[in-house]
């Protein structure tokens, strides 16, 4: 089983809908966890970061964490076409030098 | 005023060649990273640097090596580059004695194309 898994899309929404991206995990030790967007041919840039489970909200970005579930969740509302773009989630272990990347889901938000 | 700046942006070459990559971060982070994104857009770690320090040496094949002549600067060197060595390769920064050290600063990436 890989440590995270990721649905690769594509996903197409409407401009203005709700935008829900999901990831699950394995391993349990995970504490932190974070949302990169990455634009075509650019690199990934930091969305979120949260650690432990909960919510976090920044505009129209929530981040939510379930470590019971081993779930981590990002929405987006009032989704525009400036959104398009892949969201990589990410998870690291405390003590660990080393972010694990899931394979990313294409977004387009379409006008 | 680039963060993370690489070089070059793009490389194309024949297969057996040797090719160096090279990253620098103005930043004032600790530590720097050597990303490969594959065709499926999967990113996986390749090595670390921690204040010139070797930190994360994952199963890459010893052809590639990193080099850190100090923390502002992490190259990449390859040899005899094979077909299946063509990808982006993303450089990162982050810093580490901080809060987040997760928050990586990434560059936009060297695509590299071997003929």
């Known amino acids: 089983q890989k440590e995270v898994e990721q649905d690769p899309g594509p996903l197409s929404v409407p401009e203005g809908a709700i935008v829900s991206l999901n990831c699950t995990y394995s391993n349990s030790a995970f504490q932190y966890f974070m949302w990169y967007r990455q634009y075509s041919r650019k690199g990934p840039e930091l969305l979120m970061y949260?650690?432990?489970?909960g919510n976090k909200e920044d505009g129209r970005f929530t981040a939510q964490v379930d470590k019971s579930s081993k779930y981590i969740s990002l929405f987006i509302r009032d989704s525009q076409p400036s959104d398009s773009a892949t969201y990589l989630c990410a998870i690291a272990g405390a003590g660990s030098y080393q972010l694990t990347f899931g394979k990313g889901t294409k977004l387009s938000v379409i006008p | 005023d680039t963060a993370v700046s690489q070089t070059p942006k793009y490389l194309v070459t024949q297969m057996g060649n040797d090719k160096s990559i090279k990253c620098e971060q103005n930043?004032?982070?600790?530590?720097m990273y050597w990303y490969k994104q594959d065709s499926k857009k999967f990113l996986k770690i390749m090595f670390s640097?921690?204040?010139?320090?070797?930190?994360i040496n994952e199963t890459v094949p010893n052809r590639f090596s990193p080099k850190s002549p100090d923390k502002a600067h992490l190259n990449l060197h390859i040899n005899s580059l094979e077909l299946g060595d063509s990808a982006v390769y993303f450089c990162a920064s982050s810093q580490v004695s901080s809060g987040r050290k997760y928050g990586y600063t990434f560059g936009s990436g060297t695509r590299l194309t071997v003929v």
């Open positions: 949260t650690y432990s489970s």
């Open positions: 930043l004032g982070h600790d530590t």
């Open positions: 640097y921690n204040n010139k320090e070797l930190i």
